[in-house]
């Protein structure tokens, strides 16, 4: 664990990162081949049962031939992140940026079997559709039969952990809890301003 950020704006708690985890599933895997790193997006599930990270990617992705023979990759899980500004202080501050993330460290397993292939799809499946569960991807499937062929399962072991929670921890209890509320709001309206902007009617 390296002593950057400071203490204040790390956590250690393992409970808290798989939180995250479970919360924003689209990780950032990073490998390296020929010194150079490839990055590829894609959810990960963390499994309870052996700690273990399970992910799927497509046989055309370059990154797909590291991901076995334990190979080590990191991951990047990222959380809500905004600007807070000076004005939601009760005290004087400068500007900052608060941000939740967890890095992780881990070695790669190649899983060659179809049947676990398909099974992982579909606990995953069920997993990001919580709560309400409108989609049930049926064993059966046709569309995910004739995916088979394309898609790689591996299994990642997790070495490492690293949690970088930048959450105004070092400030007063008043300006931690209103930097909260920012952090909530901004979150909120940053979303639906976005979208309004990249997908015009």
């Avoid at 895997?29 to 990960?44: A, G, R």
């Avoid at 991901?67 to 807070?84: A, H, R, T, W």
């Avoid at 949690?163 to 309206?189: H, Y």
């Amino acid at each position: 664990m390296s002593n950057y950020p400071p203490p204040h704006h790390q956590n250690h708690d393992i409970k808290d990162m798989i939180e995250v985890i479970k919360a924003y599933a689209l990780a950032t895997v990073i490998s390296i081949k020929d010194n150079k790193p490839l990055v590829t997006h894609m959810p990960l599930i963390y499994r309870e049962t052996d700690g273990k990270l399970i992910g799927h990617i497509d046989i055309y992705n370059p990154q797909t031939a590291l991901m076995k023979d334990n190979n080590e990759v990191n991951l990047i899980f990222s959380g809500p992140q905004c600007y807070i500004s000076p004005s939601v202080y009760t005290t004087t501050q400068l500007p900052t940026w608060n941000y939740i993330k967890v890095h992780i460290t881990g070695t790669v397993e190649a899983i060659e079997s179809k049947d676990a292939l398909k099974a992982s799809l579909i606990e995953m499946t069920e997993f990001l559709e919580q709560p309400e569960h409108n989609y049930i991807l049926d064993a059966d499937n046709p569309r995910m039969e004739r995916a088979l062929d394309y898609i790689k399962m591996f299994e990642i072991s997790i070495i490492n952990w690293e949690g970088k929670f930048k959450l105004s921890q070092d400030k007063k209890p008043k300006d931690i809890a209103n930097a909260r509320e920012r952090l909530i709001k901004t979150n909120q309206v940053n979303i639906s301003n976005f979208l309004d902007r990249v997908f015009k009617a």
